[in-house]
């Protein structure tokens, strides 16, 4: 077992839960996370598996200190997940989750770019069931953009895949030094990172996803980007650029949004910024502090989507401007999901704290005053949407008579566990840090970074007090970069399927009316050309669907003789002038 | 209620600023312009979440903002 991949566990899972009984089938699929856990549990660092494939050498397997650390989360969170859908009856939802999880553990392991790319699209094939799954019109709608999108981002990484091929002739996945091949690999790979103006999919998809599926869904697609590019473009500094771009970007857009699943997906791009931030500087705490925020990130971005995902699971809704008032009802939902806040929010003992503060420190060393400051702001953004203004007005705020179902115990199992992990890497972050890729030699809990964090935190709130009279919960949208696909979609359908059916239509008629019209010529020259010369051809012909005989054989027999008589009398001519004249 | 939430944010900024003197007293230094300035990072959120909220409340959501249905109501082929 010790060579065997655990994408072959949760595939292998996948293919044989459907036929175990269906009382087995949410028991069944923890037990897959678990023996993936055995599996990656016994991986060495260094160790590696080939197989030969026509005349490529693929690597199936590479495991070291990063594809692990990754490794250990995705099945961390694979079981979270299982937990809480496990009162789920949706067979077709948890073979997807499978199949998703295990091909994001196969491009983690992957060590070249043929065996990445056919996970890469596993996962978006499987990703997208758990955004049909919720059945709805916006979902199927939202479900189809994002699989363009990600067919969109294959292709380009498929192409960047074979440009390296023909120049190189490696298809292993090392670190990319440039060229046209990287670019478009870095395309691919910033589509799924959710990278401006690349990532309006997230916001997009994701809330529109079924209640237990964007569980799933927050967890892989974004942080198998950041690997990549952890692996792939480590020190790239237009990273550094993007990724303090996308703390900001995702901040602000997600304090104008109204559905709590959308917030929470606009905080995906934020907190996935500050690991692209962290690869783009590249230095070895750089990325001990990408991959220790994705690791935290996994687990309270899904305990925070856990948390919307009771709401809408026990009231049937997720915005804002229709909530209200659920403290009495649903206070632990409050407080498990105040946890997840917490930690986004990066509060001490909390595990936001000791990994965002990584990549913040890694700037400082750095030197690079203007990201150091933009990250420490967007983190005040993060507080002011999550901590602050979603709990105040869902939980407490304008009261609405929002009727409430009980919600499953397993729910709540799955948010304690997600919970008390964030709680205990935020309390004793040593656990945390001996998975990391490189040494970490770095005391989260100084008297400096307190003080600072509590100052920045503390005058969020009070500056959030202050204008709360000011801040409502509005029924819009936010136009985000999706517009330039969103909005001239009907005027594209119009042109390149409407159009072209009436074009088609068209051409039908003529073809069969020609058609018709040359039958008549040839069935009856004499009365056609006679009928076309007086004009006075029948209108009825017209209609081809008509019940009008078009064979007489009485009534052709006389032009049919006629063309009889003229060929026999060439021939007799002919005959005749070989036989006499010639 | 206003007033009194004013001077509790004031006090806030003194007892956060006379913190960080306490703490770093006079031999702070730090290579970022901030790290000489006490009380920076309340300042910082404090402005930050004002500054957040204006530019997404006013400057981007009146531009962007539109209704629930915007994408709905003639975009169906």
């Known amino acids: 077992m010790s060579h065997l991949s655990p994408a072959v566990v949760f595939l292998f899972g996948a293919l044989l839960l459907p036929f175990l009984p269906r009382r087995a089938r949410s028991l069944a699929f923890l037990l897959f996370p678990l023996l993936a856990f055995v599996s990656v549990s016994q991986f060495e660092e260094g160790m590696s598996a080939t197989q030969r494939f026509l005349n490529f050498d693929l690597v199936p397997l590479r495991v070291d200190r990063l594809s692990l650390a990754f490794g250990y989360v995705f099945i961390l969170i694979a079981f979270l997940g299982g937990v809480y859908s496990y009162h789920l009856k949706d067979t077709g939802q948890q073979v997807a989750a499978l199949v998703y999880a295990g091909s994001s553990l196969g491009v983690l392991f992957a060590g070249d770019f043929f065996t990445l790319f056919v996970y890469w699209e596993i996962m978006a094939v499987a990703s997208v069931y758990l955004i049909f799954a919720r059945c709805t019109e916006r979902s199927r709608e939202a479900g189809f953009r994002y699989l363009l999108v990600h067919l969109f981002g294959g292709s380009a990484l498929l192409a960047g895949i074979l440009w390296q091929y023909v120049e190189t002739g490696s298809i292993l996945f090392d670190r990319s030094e440039g060229g046209a091949a990287a670019y478009l690999i870095l395309l691919g790979f910033s589509i799924n990172a959710a990278i401006p103006p690349l990532h309006a999919w997230l916001a997009d998809s994701y809330p529109e996803g079924t209640v237990t599926g964007s569980v799933f869904l927050s967890a892989f697609t974004t942080k198998t980007a950041v690997y990549v590019l952890a692996r792939g473009f480590a020190g790239w500094e237009i990273l550094m650029i993007a990724g303090t771009v996308m703390a900001f970007y995702g901040v602000v857009f997600a304090f104008l949004e109204n559905d709590i699943r959308r917030v929470l997906a606009y905080h995906i791009v934020s907190q996935v910024g500050y690991m692209v931030a962290g690869i783009g500087i590249g230095t070895d705490i750089a990325i001990n502090g990408s991959t220790a925020h994705a690791f935290a990130h996994i687990l309270y971005k899904g305990l925070l989507f856990m948390g919307a995902g009771a709401i809408l699971y026990s009231t049937g809704k997720s915005k804002m401007s229709e909530l209200g008032g659920l403290a009495r009802p649903l206070p632990w939902v409050l407080l498990l999901y105040m946890v997840g806040a917490l930690s986004i929010s990066a509060f001490p003992l909390f595990s936001g704290f000791v990994s965002k503060s990584l990549v913040v420190h890694a700037a400082e060393l750095n030197h690079n005053t203007v990201v150091v400051l933009l990250l420490n702001v967007a983190s005040v953004g993060t507080f002011l949407s999550i901590g602050l203004k979603v709990p105040y007005f869902t939980w407490f705020g304008p009261e609405r008579s929002v009727k409430t179902q009980p919600v499953p115990w397993n729910m709540y199992a799955a948010m304690i566990l997600a919970g008390g992990i964030n709680l205990a890497i935020g309390i004793y972050p040593e656990p945390l840090y001996r998975v990391m890729p490189f040494p970490v030699a770095y005391p989260p809990y100084t008297a400096a970074h307190l003080l600072e964090t509590l100052q920045l935190l503390a005058f969020t709130g009070l500056a959030f007090w202050l204008v709360i009279d000011k801040i409502h919960a509005e029924p819009t949208v936010t136009l985000d970069f999706d517009w330039f696909y969103r909005r001239p979609a009907p005027v594209l359908f119009r042109l390149t399927v409407v159009s072209l059916d009436r074009l088609f239509t068209a051409a039908e008629l003529i073809t069969l009316n020609l058609a018709h019209r040359l039958a008549q010529a040839c069935a009856n020259p004499i009365e056609f050309a006679s009928r076309f010369l007086s004009q006075s051809g029948d209108r009825g012909d017209r209609d081809i669907g008509g019940d009008k005989v078009l064979y007489d054989p009485n009534r052709y027999r006389p032009p049919v003789g006629f063309i009889i008589l003229v060929v026999l009398s060439c021939f007799v001519f002919l005959l005749a002038w070989n036989l006499f004249l010639a | ?77």
């Open chain 2, 1 to 77: 209620m206003r007033r009194l939430l004013l001077a509790f944010i004031f006090g806030g900024f003194v007892i956060a600023a006379a913190a960080d003197a306490w703490f770093f007293g006079a031999e702070r230094h730090g290579e970022f312009w901030w790290s000489q300035v006490y009380g920076f990072f309340s300042l910082c959120g404090f402005i930050g979440c004002l500054a957040i909220i204006v530019f997404a409340k006013f400057v981007l959501g009146s531009r962007l903002q539109r209704k629930e249905n915007y994408y709905h109501q003639r975009t169906s082929p």
